[in-house]
């Protein structure tokens, strides 16, 4: 089989043009790799043409807790990391699976992916001070650095829950190595 779909898909971060290599080579008699690509897909951007983006949605949450200050009393925060870990697909019991934790890696590395792109591509997020002049390339990548630290290391251990999030810290480490080679000692591991 030609895996050089499964390598343009996972780089592709389009939706749309994902979704179309996706439909190409999938065929009916599905592969165990493909329904959990397609069981991916509809988690990530639902059933039909692709709106939103449900993982980078989450990404959101996660720095947005990982930002918050309060003391957690109830556990809503934890409770709202636990919903953030199923919405992935961070379930246990599916990561007992080797070929569906390889798969959603990759998907999770595609997030990150999107996440950088639309962060270097953000006027707000690369320019200084009220808009007025843009950042180094150094200073754009330390940025881009610091959120995902803030995502995927700093909020899991703020909610005492790193081993529910460990493939995503994973995934984050990979996209970040792939679009910043020898850049990863920017990164805050906790």
């Not at 899991?156 to 000692?185: C, D, I, S, T, V």
Request: charged share 30%; hydrophobic share 40%; glycine share 8%.
């Amino acid at each position: 089989m030609d895996n050089a779909w499964i390598i343009a898909f996972y780089k592709e971060t389009d939706p749309v043009k994902r979704l179309e290599l996706l439909k190409e080579n999938t065929g009916d008699g599905e592969s165990e790799e493909d329904k959990y690509r397609k069981q991916l897909w509809v988690a990530r951007h639902g059933k039909r043409t692709p709106v939103k983006d449900e993982f980078m949605r989450c990404l959101m949450e996660m720095k947005y807790l990982a930002e918050g200050t309060t003391v957690d009393l109830g556990g809503k925060r934890r409770k709202q990391g636990a919903k953030i870990a199923a919405t992935l697909g961070l379930s246990e019991s599916l990561l007992q699976e080797k070929v569906y934790k390889e798969i959603l890696l990759q998907e999770l590395q595609n997030v990150f992916l999107k996440f950088i792109e639309v962060s270097r591509g953000g006027r707000a997020f690369t320019s200084l001070v009220f808009g007025m002049g843009q950042m180094s390339e150094e200073g754009v990548t330390k940025k881009i650095a610091q959120q995902i630290s803030m995502i995927a290391f700093h909020a899991p251990h703020l909610l005492h829950m790193e081993k529910e999030f460990g493939l995503l810290q994973e995934a984050a480490l990979g996209a970040f190595r792939q679009a910043y080679p020898n850049r990863e000692h920017f990164l805050k591991k906790q």
